[in-house]
């Protein structure tokens, strides 16, 4: 259902035709914008535009269907159904108990709103929200004497309200939960990594699944089965079984299971080596429970080792790893353990390239490497970098630059 706002600026229904294309948003973290744009264009989305940790695009429920389970690097895909303007609370009210809700939600249901705005009239995104939720549950009282219920946990439905200047946006999140949440999760570490940041990191390294993989620092080991998976062509959301979309009134259950057989059929084997290694045998552990739950333990090859004594695996190899900030993590001496990160990539050899993600910009520069590249990412709310160096023959001392 697209809803749209008339000449008269009343909002007024209208029910597409089948497989007409609408708009939508694809969410992504700061950094990943055209990674997930290129992304959406190989799944044939039109009208493609990086935005601000987002990307816009057009395309059919199909491709909608496709975004959720197909993307690496998105985070929700939103589908805005009504826009009108607003000059106070009361026309933003106002706006929304027009819409016809009714044929959107069941009474018996559980929504919930996320909020943003940057508006000088709607200074208070959460107020914003507020009214929005009180006019569709005024409508619902009206029309039936009963209304849905919000739930700020586990919603039925999620929904979206954007406020530019006076201008208001709703969108219906067709994930649900973030698309960070994949369902292969059995087990943690301390300080686990974003799915989607790992998945985002593999694809900024340019590794085409051409080489020896490895995290030498993997913990319950994110990095190595988004690696696994994105080697393998398995779909971002091949482990996971619910989506937001799922429980809207279009949802064709056919169509889904269509797009989930393409993408599947496109999955194929790796030629080459994946390997893992960390000091802590327990978060291992927790890598091995979940290497077993998607059946990728044959595929990737786990080693309980300090990292001073590690070594790669031979030949043309990809290294990236997430070792401690000293964020979260408490460590004795953070300067010592990056100098080491340093000597043992040194010890790595020629034909392999490694890669790091840190928010500790002191500690880095006791690598003592020189970065052939750096690119600003965020890690929740640190900021990081995520560093590139291309690795030499260790005996070849000339190669490398102490990075003061």
Known sequence: MIIVKSNKGI???????QGK?????AKTMFGFEEILADELRALGAEDVQPINRAVSFTGTMDTLYKANYCCRTALSILKPFAEFEANNENELYDNVYAIKWEQILDVDCTFFFESAANSKIFTNSYYAALKTKDAIVDRFKRMFGKRPTVDTENADYKFNIHIYDNKVTLLMNSSGESLHKRGYRQGVGIAPINEVLAAGLIQLSGWKADSNFFDPMCGSGTILIEA???????????????????????FNVSEWKSVRERADRGIRDFEYEIWGSDIDLKVLEQAEKNLRFTKLHHDI????????NQEAPEGNCMIITNP?????????????????IGDRFKSFGEGKTAWLITSDFRAMKNIGLRPSRKIQLYNGALECRFLKFELYDGSKKAKYQNNQ
Do not use: C, H, V
């Open 11 to 17: 909002l007024k229904e209208s029910k597409p035709a």
């Open 228 to 250: 696994a998976m994105y080697a393998n062509n398995i779909p971002a959301q091949y482990y996971r079984k619910k989506f937001g979309f799922m429980k809207w009134k279009e």
């Open 324 to 340: 401690p900030y000293g964020e979260r993590i408490a460590i004795e001496d953070l300067n010592k353990l990056y100098s080491t």
């Open 21 to 25: 294309s609408f708009k939508m948003i």
């Open 301 to 308: 090859m786990l080693f309980n080792e300090s990292f001073e």
